[in-house]
């Protein structure tokens, strides 16, 4: 079982990811992260492209979600 949280910071715009599970090397595979677009978790056993997609889709502005 994975357990995550994505977060922003109102006050300095800065994104974090924590992510805690039984599966090793989750921290290579799961959280993402890019300047100007967001932050995105992915689940331990996922597509890897997943990630990088919807940052994508974040930086283009595809992809809104509620603040």
């Known amino acids: 079982m994975t357990f995550s949280i994505t977060g922003v910071c109102d006050d300095s715009g800065m994104a974090g990811i924590a992510i ?6 989750v921290g290579s595979r799961c959280p993402w992260v890019r300047a100007g677009a967001g932050a995105v978790s ?3 056993i996922t597509d890897p492209t997943i990630g990088n997609e919807v940052l994508d889709l974040l930086a283009n502005g595809n992809l809104l979600l509620p603040h």
């Open 20 to 25: 805690t599970t039984s599966s090793i090397c």
């Open 42 to 44: 992915t689940q331990n």
